[in-house]
């Protein structure tokens, strides 16, 4: 090996990230003297979901098998774990890169400062989206173009490193096209940026290592200018319909970037308090309804049922829109058809007022809380 082989510790945890490990794998499988070791540091699995029933473990774990000849990653949760177990590695291996993708946590500078380079791959032109959820943001604000950013690890802040290579200004529109190797899931839109970023990130980060351009971070005046602004985490609340203050297509493009979303329905009062008595609905899954022609107007967030096959649940949205629901939950339910749903809510509803009425209703309506 000569003396400028990479050592490498690789952070990673989802799937954004197994597409920069694959391509520093198969770096390291066809020349070791470029990268002579690769140590792979993820998180370990977390027990979560209603009851905490659900294992939830990292797709870089699942993964792992792909990758035949690299030693057990090292699964670290916190920064004292990372430090114990990580600094005696680093001396000992005489480890000379750190390598983080969305590993979700802050690299400490107890190991950053140990090493001669460091690398952050992210999925946005920085200073554009500087946080953990730099994808979601593209989408929910319909951006027409995002990008991919190398950049160093700055010691005690997300995203605030020196940019050492960025990629062109691509088109949303033409990453979101439906790739036949790729296996949509809900939520379809930031699974389709996620696995295209995901290779065009992998790519960029080898040229990285390949043309060794982390010897040279690019000078201000090579920097394309964007204007700061944070991706925070998505949270719970972030899923929840704003009735009114979105029109169907907004609504629609949500569900597809965060997946299933929620609101709330009325289910009657209780005698003894006079408090109103709600359910949160879920809805896994809905169209923009093309022709509302027909459609009464309706205050956002109430809708109209009626019987055949199925059912047809169709809400009223802002701007005179609407969405037409295929799959709903009332939370501590299954997932059913609109049929179905009103069956549930029927059985929930102290009144035992028949629902079947294609007319607009007060009592027929979602809201947010």
Request: glycine share 6%.
């Given at each position: 090996?000569?003396?400028?082989?990479?050592?490498?510790?690789?952070?990673?945890?989802?799937?954004?990230?197994?597409?920069?490990?694959?391509?520093?794998?198969?770096?390291?499988?066809?020349?070791?003297?470029?990268?002579?070791?690769?140590?792979?540091?993820?998180?370990?699995?977390?027990?979560?979901?209603?009851?905490?029933?659900?294992?939830?473990?990292?797709?870089?774990?699942?993964?792992?098998?792909?990758?035949?000849?690299?030693?057990?990653?090292?699964?670290?949760?916190?920064?004292?774990?990372?430090?114990?177990?990580?600094?005696?590695?680093?001396?000992?291996?005489?480890?000379?890169?750190?390598?983080?993708?969305?590993?979700?946590?802050?690299?400490?500078?107890?190991?950053?400062?140990?090493?001669?380079?460091?690398?952050?791959?992210?999925?946005?032109?920085?200073?554009?989206?500087?946080?953990?959820?730099?994808?979601?943001?593209?989408?929910?604000?319909?951006?027409?173009?995002?990008?991919?950013?190398?950049?160093?690890?700055?010691?005690?802040?997300?995203?605030?490193?020196?940019?050492?290579?960025?990629?062109?200004?691509?088109?949303?529109?033409?990453?979101?096209?439906?790739?036949?190797?790729?296996?949509?899931?809900?939520?379809?839109?930031?699974?389709?940026?996620?696995?295209?970023?995901?290779?065009?990130?992998?790519?960029?980060?080898?040229?990285?290592?390949t043309n060794k351009s982390y010897l040279k971070p690019l000078a201000d005046?090579?920097?394309?200018?964007?204007?700061?602004?944070?991706?925070?985490?998505?949270?719970?609340?972030?899923?929840?319909?704003?009735?009114?203050?979105?029109?169907?297509?907004?609504?629609?493009?949500?569900?597809?970037?965060l997946g299933p979303l929620y609101t709330f329905i009325k289910c009657g009062?209780?005698?003894?308090?006079?408090?109103?008595?709600?359910?949160?609905?879920?809805?896994?899954?809905?169209?923009?309804?093309?022709?509302?022609?027909?459609?009464?107007?309706?205050?956002?967030?109430?809708?109209?049922?009626?019987?055949?096959?199925?059912?047809?649940?169709?809400?009223?949205?802002?701007?005179?829109?609407?969405?037409?629901?295929?799959?709903?939950?009332?939370?501590?339910?299954?997932?059913?058809?609109?049929?179905?749903?009103?069956?549930?809510?029927?059985?929930?509803?102290?009144?035992?007022?028949?629902?079947?009425?294609?007319?607009?209703?007060?009592?027929?309506?979602?809201?947010?809380?």
């Amino acid at each position: 090996m000569t003396s400028n082989s990479l050592r490498i510790l690789f952070f990673g945890s989802d799937k954004f990230s197994v597409y920069s490990l694959q391509k520093l794998y198969n770096l390291h499988q066809r020349n070791a003297n470029l990268i002579e070791s690769l140590q792979v540091v993820s998180r370990p699995a977390k027990w979560g979901g209603k009851k905490r029933t659900i294992l939830r473990i990292p797709q870089l774990i699942q993964d792992m098998s792909r990758f035949e000849t690299l030693p057990e990653p090292l699964l670290c949760d916190n920064k004292n774990e990372l430090v114990d177990k990580l600094l005696p590695l680093i001396q000992r291996q005489h480890i000379n890169m750190l390598i983080c993708v969305s590993f979700g946590l802050l690299i400490p500078n107890d190991l950053i400062e140990n090493v001669p380079y460091t690398l952050n791959l992210h999925p946005s032109l920085l200073p554009r989206y500087m946080g953990s959820a730099p994808i979601q943001y593209v989408l929910l604000n319909n951006d027409k173009f995002t990008g991919i950013t190398v950049q160093s690890l700055h010691p005690t802040k997300f995203d605030k490193g020196q940019i050492i290579a960025q990629s062109d200004e691509l088109e949303v529109s033409k990453l979101l096209k439906k790739d036949e190797q790729i296996n949509d899931s809900t939520p379809v839109y930031s699974s389709r940026l996620t696995n295209k970023l995901g290779q065009l990130g992998a790519k960029l980060l080898g040229d990285v290592i390949t043309n060794k351009s982390y010897l040279k971070p690019l000078a201000d005046n090579e920097l394309r200018k964007y204007k700061p602004s944070l991706a925070p985490r998505i949270q719970t609340i972030d899923k929840m319909i704003q009735w009114g203050q979105e029109d169907a297509s907004q609504i629609y493009r949500r569900l597809m970037t965060l997946g299933p979303l929620y609101t709330f329905i009325k289910c009657g009062y209780n005698e003894k308090t006079g408090k109103k008595i709600s359910k949160r609905v879920i809805l896994h899954s809905f169209t923009v309804k093309e022709d509302v022609s027909k459609q009464p107007h309706m205050k956002s967030g109430s809708f109209q049922f009626s019987g055949d096959n199925n059912g047809q649940l169709t809400v009223s949205c802002g701007n005179e829109t609407a969405i037409d629901i295929k799959t709903i939950q009332i939370a501590g339910s299954k997932v059913v058809n609109p049929s179905q749903f009103f069956s549930i809510w029927q059985k929930q509803f102290p009144s035992n007022k028949t629902i079947n009425s294609t007319q607009p209703s007060a009592e027929f309506q979602f809201y947010c809380e």
